[in-house]
């Protein structure tokens, strides 16, 4: 059930180049029905600081259910005015918060144990920013659901830009059942870690490191509309049903 709170604002700090990490602590017991992988619509209460998108924004949640009560986020700082007010206003400022939003989820764990054997791979596909819903969704259920493979597959433009790089690496070395395959579009002029490559991360690729098992996999796709839109298209024509591809494209982002 959606509910509309108020709560308060605390920014933590840059997670990558221009991306801001900011929470919300909401009163105790609100939003107890959020489920990994939802979103919820923030908005500054006073309205000196509209903008040609009004005072509030959507943002996919990015911390666990089980951090409740609160709420977690990373965004690009654009510009506009509310984004330089989350950069800018002071800890404990209130906000509103609306929501849990989205059926972007994944089933529950019981459910996943039962259906998904290691031939049956959950696959995530994040293009910048859309890697967001994917720390929730793996921190909620990545050591529980031992018996499951998961894939998450990210392209950014660079390694600076990269969010939570460090994080999702650390997770992988943790839990057997992560494979981590991250991509860069342009490379710099620093020495590249190891396991990033440059280029552009295509459904090929997906399929050729998943392996024999990337038809029988449940698809999770979140980025720009463009890249959403073609994941989406090239997986229906490599025969994965419809009702195994999940969308969440990310309004506002180039």
């Not at 990490?21 to 489920?35: D, H, T, V």
């Not at 666990?64 to 800018?88: I, Q």
């Not at 991360?201 to 959403?228: C, H, Q, W």
Request: hydrophobic share 40%; proline share 7%.
């Amino acid at each position: 059930m959606e509910e509309e709170v108020l709560g308060f604002f605390r920014r933590v700090g840059l997670v990558a180049e221009g991306t801001l990490f900011f929470q919300i602590e909401l009163p105790k017991g609100a939003m107890g029905n959020f489920r990994a992988g939802q979103y919820c619509y923030i908005e500054w209460p006073d309205k000196d600081l509209l903008d040609e998108k009004g005072n509030g924004r959507n943002f996919s949640i990015t911390s666990p259910p089980s951090e409740l009560p609160v709420l977690s986020f990373a965004t690009r700082l654009t510009g506009s005015a509310f984004k330089n007010a989350l950069a800018s206003r002071p800890d404990g400022s209130p906000i509103r918060v609306s929501g849990p939003y989205g059926e972007f989820c994944l089933s529950d764990c019981s459910t996943l144990s039962r259906t998904n054997a290691w031939d049956k791979p959950v696959v995530f596909v994040a293009g910048g920013i859309g890697v967001t819903p994917f720390r929730s969704m793996l921190m909620e259920d990545l050591s529980v659901c031992q018996s499951v493979p998961f894939f998450l597959f990210t392209v950014n433009h660079s390694l600076e830009s990269s969010v939570f790089r460090e994080e999702f690496e650390k997770m992988a070395r943790e839990n057997r059942n992560l494979y981590l395959d991250q991509m860069i579009s342009r490379a710099g002029n620093t020495p590249l870690p190891p396991g990033i490559d440059v280029g552009a991360l295509t459904p090929g690729r997906l399929f050729d490191f998943i392996g024999v098992n990337a038809r029988k996999g449940e698809y999770f796709i979140a980025g720009t509309p463009s890249m959403v839109g073609s994941f989406k298209s090239a997986l229906l024509r490599e025969g994965v049903p419809q009702e195994r591809i999940h969308a969440d494209p990310f309004m506002g982002y180039r």
